[in-house]
C-alpha cells in the first residue's frame, strides 16, 4: 500500500475496521437503516473506515464521533492544515485516525482522488458495508470492485439494493 499520510491514533489502523459507504442519493428507509447501524456500531464500538463524503455517510461520521468508537477517515485529497473542530476531541481521545493517501499538491477531491480514497477504504478493511449504490452511479461500479477483493461485503435486505446482492452482496443481518 501506498506511504499514507496521517493525524491522529495510528493504532487505529491495526483494528479490524468495516468500510462503509453510499451514493449521495438514498431512498428514506435506507438512510433509517444506515443510521440504525451506526447506533449499533456504536453501542458495539465496533471500528469503521470510510471516507464519509456522502450525507448518509456524515451521518454515521456523526453517530460515531459522538461514541468511542474507533474512526478512520480516508480524505479524497491533503490532510487538512486546521483540523475541524468536529474532529479535535475524538483526535485528542485517540478514537480517531485520519488519513490521506495523497500529497500537499492535491488540495481538493476530485472524482479521481475520491475513487482512489474508495480504493484505499476498500484494502484497508476488514468487511465492506454499502448502504445503498444507485444504478449506474461511481458507488455501483465501485461496488463490482469491491466485490473481486474478495472480502465480505454486505448491504441491507430491501428491493432497492437487489444490485448489490446480484453482484453478491449478502444481506446485514
Same mark, same amino acid.
Given at each position: ?11 487505529? #489502523? ?7 459507504? $453510499?451514493?449521495?442519493? $438514498?431512498? &428514506? ?7 440504525? @447501524?451506526? #447506533? ?5 464500538? *465496533? =471500528?469503521?473506515?470510510? &471516507?464519509?463524503?456522502? =450525507?448518509?455517510?456524515?451521518? /454515521?461520521?456523526? /453517530? +460515531? ?23 479535535? #476531541?475524538? @483526535?485528542?481521545?485517540?478514537? +480517531?485516525? +485520519? +488519513? ?10 476530485? *472524482? ?6 474508495? *480504493? !484505499? !477504504?476498500? #484494502?484497508?478493511?476488514?468487511?465492506? /458495508? ?12 465501485? $461496488? ?5 477483493? &474478495?472480502?465480505? $461485503? ?13 453482484? &453478491? ?5
Amino acid at each position: 500500500m501506498a506511504l499514507l499520510q496521517k493525524i491522529g491514533s495510528e493504532s487505529i #489502523q491495526d483494528l479490524p475496521s468495516t468500510a462503509f459507504f $453510499c451514493s449521495i442519493r $438514498c431512498p &428514506g428507509n435506507l438512510i433509517l437503516k444506515a443510521y440504525d @447501524l451506526a #447506533q449499533r456500531w456504536r453501542a458495539e464500538n *465496533q =471500528p469503521v473506515i470510510g &471516507g464519509f463524503h456522502s =450525507p448518509v455517510e456524515r451521518e /454515521v461520521l456523526k /453517530v +460515531l464521533l459522538r461514541s468511542q468508537t474507533p474512526v478512520c477517515m480516508v480524505l479524497a485529497r491533503n490532510l487538512p492544515k486546521r483540523i475541524p473542530v468536529e474532529f479535535r #476531541q475524538p @483526535l485528542d481521545e485517540g478514537r +480517531l485516525l +485520519l +488519513l490521506s493517501p495523497f500529497d500537499s499538491k492535491t488540495k481538493r477531491a476530485t *472524482q479521481e482522488t475520491s475513487a482512489h480514497r474508495n *480504493q !484505499v !477504504v476498500a #484494502q484497508w478493511a476488514t468487511k465492506i /458495508v454499502v448502504a445503498y449504490a444507485a444504478l449506474g452511479s461511481k458507488t455501483e461500479a465501485f $461496488c463490482r470492485h469491491a466485490v473481486k477483493l &474478495g472480502k465480505p $461485503c454486505f448491504t441491507f435486505d430491501d428491493p432497492r439494493t437487489a444490485n448489490l446482492a446480484d453482484m &453478491g452482496f449478502k444481506f446485514l443481518a
